[in-house]
């Protein structure tokens, strides 16, 4: 029988925040934008916000309105990521076989190990140990036969929780659970289940898989089965980016050659930040066109060593515009950098202040969470040229 | 119109000019060879306009005569032929060219031979005359820094200078830099840039001998190296060089004194250690113990330690264990000494008893 763990750390980014900054402890923190920001969505909050009903992707304005008391916190998320590799790196102490699904959460694929621990009960204590020990953060552990109920398991005592079910305990545990703690199921298709009076999963399990099946298609097969505590989905060990990208679909067809290079720019300056986010560098840069009547091309390049600055994306991006674009107007403009590779080239002719100020621009921009810096060609060209000013 | 030599000298000229051989050409003309033959002269050329390459070999000639044959076929075929010697004979009327040795006789059709370029003809005052073998050597010690992509950029080519009485040859592709300086009597001031390819074909056809010397004219936009049998004609790179002296930095934080081949051994080992992209090696140098680190994610990892001469404090660098193995491939002193500074900064290397190769190696940042 399968063993699979997972790892959940407690509403992590405000947790950090709570053990760097002893006076937001105990207190409302809700990491995610400022108070003002109109846009800003709910990261994390702790549990003390929670308790107003604040959760994660809550719009910052309603957090604002149910808990005026909290603490709202932009985030730091070079931090967040360095800590949350301090931890990937214990986990992967405890087994070979590790799915990160997120920057606070993993699966572990325990079988085989179990006789390294005096008990499952010991496994997860030891982990949580791990953890707390070298980050002093609280993790909610959950272990079972696959990874739904690993997953039911780690978020039903939160925080600094550990529950395991053993496989004879899975059906009795699951049957009071409301339908909607089943992966996939949304508002929309709790509201289908309900009018069919399906609430708890143990009502769910009363319709047979065809009547599901017909009427929910894949998924009311995939439900049928979960229902009843079966998940045959294996721990998917990360396999690295193969690549990234950014595209955007105009609002109206462009003709502007400006605006496609100014838009491309912006791309390049997210996948830019994301490929250094991640310590990456890309040896393909490749773009993508959509043209008015929906063809579509993509060029590519490849590059002799690889380079991760946006400068660098950009000048071979903006010359892959220049020599591909045979039609006007498009639609759609797409950047895409691939053949990842984990380390950078250092080149004899760049000026190490470059990176310097890359670095400078990728700080302010990360940690206001938003783009508060750019480079001139990111920019929209001004219509016409400013009134009595001589360009200079 | 026929002439009579020898198998080994005829290969032998085919030979030097068969890369000049155009593989592509809407004419076709270029995909020739061309043969001329008079007062017991053998000319072969080739070109595909970027290069041409001219050998000569000795034959006995009645009449003089000439004619193009697709290389294609006809290098093969002279390969194949038996050693001794060899009759070719051109048949005018029928355009076709009857080549006889040992046993066998062949006839192959002959291409137009009046439009086939000439090259060199206008050859000026040589701007430098040098041992052929120096220059092969020079050459083998810089080009493989050049950058590899197509295009026509001057990081693909070699810079060739030669100022203040000296010659000096400099390679980059930006990651590494090649310098390599011999002093030269008698030379004029000149600043090129030749093609890698050239300089790939020219190590083909420098006799690596103690008494041949090159020489190194320049005719128009291209360059012309000439060698008693062989002359080879290329077009330059344009554009500028990028200010070298700039990146060759004047100290390191610590150097090291070690057996090349030692080195080179740790190296190739350490090297295995890329399944999918470079092998990243990190040197960790204290207190004269070279500790070599490589690790790649899918495969493992490797780790050996080496004893060296060490000057200055501990430092920590990491490289593309290519880049430096690359270079070491072209050392013939026993030891090198390489110059290693923390972080980003470029490390030096060059053959512990000379001052006159240089090999700047940047290093990769890694995670």
Redo the contacts between chains.
């Keep these: 029988m399968a063993v699979i763990m997972h790892v959940d750390m407690d509403s992590f980014f405000a947790s950090v925040e709570q053990r760097d900054r002893p006076e937001l402890r105990g207190k409302p923190v809700i990491v995610g934008g400022q108070r003002e920001s109109k846009r800003g969505v709910v990261s994390t909050c702790s549990y003390e916000a929670r308790k107003y009903g604040v959760h994660s992707a809550m719009p910052i304005a309603q957090a604002v309105r149910l808990c005026p008391h909290g603490i709202f916190i932009p985030g730091d998320h070079r931090k967040y990521e360095e800590v949350s590799r301090s931890i990937r790196k214990i986990i992967h102490e405890f087994s070979p076989v590790v799915e990160s699904i997120s920057i606070d959460e993993a699966f572990l694929d325990m079988t085989g190990c179990e006789h390294l621990y005096h008990s499952l009960e010991h496994m997860g204590q030891s982990i949580k140990r791990r953890i707390y020990d070298a980050v002093a953060l609280t993790a909610s552990v959950g272990i079972g036969p696959n990874k739904f109920i690993a997953k039911l398991a780690s978020d039903f005592h939160k925080p600094d929780g550990l529950t395991i079910i053993a496989p004879e305990e899975v059906e009795d545990w699951l049957a009071p659970m409301a339908v909607d703690k089943i992966w996939g199921i949304g508002e929309k298709t709790a509201k289908v289940l309900a009018s069919w009076q399906i609430r708890t999963i143990a009502d769910l399990r009363r319709w047979p898989q065809e009547f599901l099946t017909q009427r929910l298609g894949k998924q009311g097969e995939s439900l049928y089965l979960l229902a009843r505590g079966i998940d045959n989905r294996a721990v998917e060990p990360e396999t690295?980016a193969k690549s990234m990208g950014k595209e955007t679909t105009f609002a109206e067809d462009v003709t502007d050659i400006g605006k496609l290079r100014q838009t491309l720019a912006n791309l390049v300056a997210i996948v830019g930040i994301r490929l250094r986010q991640k310590?990456l560098w890309a040896r393909t840069i490749s773009i993508k066109l959509r043209y008015g009547d929906f063809t579509t091309i993509s060029r590519s390049l490849s590059?002799?060593?690889p380079i991760n600055s946006d400068d660098g994306i950009f000048q071979v991006a903006e010359a892959l515009l220049r020599e591909n674009l045979e039609d006007l107007p498009v639609r759609l403009i797409g950047i895409y950098v691939s053949q990842l590779?984990?380390?950078?080239?250092?080149?004899?002719?760049?000026d190490?202040r470059k990176e310097t100020l890359t670095e400078l621009m990728d700080e302010l921009n990360t940690r206001y969470d938003r783009p508060v810096i750019s480079k001139g060609r990111q920019l929209a060209l001004p219509k016409a040229p400013h009134k009595g000013k001589e360009p200079t | 119109m026929q002439f009579t030599g020898m198998q080994g000298e005829l290969l032998q000229c085919l030979q030097m000019v068969e890369r000049a051989v155009a593989t592509r050409d809407p004419s076709e003309e270029l995909t020739g060879v061309y043969l001329e033959w008079s007062n017991e002269k053998l000319t072969v050329r080739a070109t595909d306009m970027e290069i041409g390459i001219e050998a000569y070999g000795q034959v006995q000639s009645s009449e003089s005569g000439s004619a193009v044959l697709e290389g294609k076929f006809f290098v093969p075929l002279v390969r194949r032929l038996p050693p001794g010697e060899v009759v070719v004979k051109l048949i005018e009327e029928q355009q076709m060219l009857e080549i006889k040795a040992g046993t066998g006789s062949f006839r192959l059709q002959t291409m137009a031979v009046e439009d086939f370029p000439t090259i060199g003809s206008d050859t000026k005052e040589p701007k430098a005359t040098l041992p052929s073998g120096l220059l092969a050597r020079m050459i083998r010690q810089t080009v493989y820094a050049t950058?590899?992509?197509q295009g026509h950029s001057a990081f693909t080519g070699i810079l060739m200078e030669c100022s203040s009485g000296e010659l000096r040859l400099v390679a980059?592709?930006?990651?590494?830099?090649c310098f390599n300086r011999q002093s030269l009597a008698g030379g004029e001031d000149f600043k090129i840039i030749v093609p890698s390819r050239t300089c790939t074909e020219l190590l083909r056809i420098l006799p690596t001998d103690t008494e041949s010397t090159v020489e190194i004219s320049l005719v128009g936009n291209q360059v012309l190296f000439s060698l008693d049998n062989v002359i080879l004609i290329s077009r330059l790179l344009e554009g500028q060089y990028?200010d070298y002296t700039r990146?060759i930095p004047s100290s390191t934080e610590a150097e090291i004194v070690a057996p090349c081949s030692d080195l080179a051994a740790a190296l190739e080992r350490a090297n295995l250690m890329g399944k999918k992209?470079p092998a990243?090696v990190t040197f960790d140098l204290e207190e004269g113990v070279l500790r070599l680190q490589s690790r790649d994610?899918e495969l493992g990892e490797s780790e050996e330690t080496l004893v060296v001469e060490q000057q200055g404090p501990k430092v920590r660098s990491?490289f593309?264990a290519r880049f430096i193995l690359e270079m070491l491939k072209t050392v013939t002193s026993e030891k090198i000494s390489f110059g290693l500074s923390n972080g980003?900064n470029?490390g030096i290397i060059r053959p512990a008893d000379s001052q006159d190769y240089l090999y700047?190696i940047?290093?990769?940042?890694?995670?």
């Design positions: 690295e310590d590059l002799p060593e590779t984990a380390f950078g080239q250092g080149s004899l002719f760049t190490p | 950058r590899k992509d980059t592709d930006s990651s590494r830099l990028p990146v992209g990243i994610v990491s593309q980003l470029p700047v940047m290093p990769v940042r890694t995670v």
